[in-house]
């Protein structure tokens, strides 16, 4: 079956640097894509972008644009979420998620990443 | 692109159906049959409850159904459960590779 584990929780200070994982196993990697979906302290889900792992071709967001990067080395099936600069306000719950061939659903989702920003 | 409109709660008592809306545009709901709907319980990730507007994965009881009628797609559930209490959410294909989920709904089994 297939599934989706992530990196461990951290804690980072403004202004730092980070980059987050989601390795997938038990399906072909490059035929899925990713998505990135942030989850805000009491707060709902918002979609952060995707990556066709098969070519690398990414969009996101216009409300993430500039401000996270999504890639993917699909040697070792694993996708990234990264930041150059945290800001507070990115404080959130982050799950990757895998989406149906066809737009139909997210069908597995990662277990979350916590990153807390805090100076 | 903005997020789909759900009402913030819905309750109902054990039996009963409920059914959570979802309201968005031509752009996204209205435009494609590409609306899903995930179940989150707290401190857990979301799972799919329902896609392509009205179908159910494999192991998710026909007492989850969906529907579509113009800008706003519904989520009914049936036959409520002490288990259905968690937060659902409805997503929607925005085009162009885009996609937008709704603010999310605290069903509350009474």
């Known amino acids: 079956e297939a599934q989706l584990v992530q990196s461990g929780a951290e804690v980072k200070k403004p202004g730092e640097s980070l980059r987050i994982s989601c390795e997938g196993s038990g399906y072909n990697f490059n035929n899925y894509w990713i998505n990135w979906v942030r989850q805000m302290p009491g707060k709902g889900l918002e979609w952060m972008g995707r990556i066709d792992p098969s070519n690398s071709y990414t969009n996101y967001n216009p409300s993430f644009q500039g401000h996270v990067t999504i890639s993917t080395d699909k040697s070792i099936s694993t996708a990234y979420l990264q930041w150059s600069s945290l800001k507070a306000s990115d404080t959130a719950m982050y799950f990757c998620a895998r989406l149906t061939s066809g737009f139909q659903a997210f069908d597995y989702w990662g277990q979350g990443t916590l990153v807390t920003v805090s100076s | 692109q903005s997020a789909l409109t759900q009402p913030p709660s819905a309750s109902g008592s054990p039996g009963q159906s409920v059914t959570i809306s979802c309201t968005g545009t031509?752009?996204?709901?209205?435009?494609?049959?590409?609306v899903s709907w995930y179940q989150q319980h707290p401190g857990k990730a979301p799972k799919v409850m329902i896609y392509e507007v009205s179908k159910r994965p494999s192991g998710i009881p026909d007492r989850f159904s969906g529907s579509k009628s113009g800008n706003t797609a519904s989520l009914t559930v049936s036959g409520l459960q002490a288990e259905d209490e968690a937060d659902y959410y409805c997503s929607s294909y925005a085009g162009s590779s885009n996609f937008v989920f709704g603010g999310g709904t605290k069903l509350t089994v009474l």
């Open positions: 031509s752009s996204d709901v209205g435009g494609y049959n590409y």
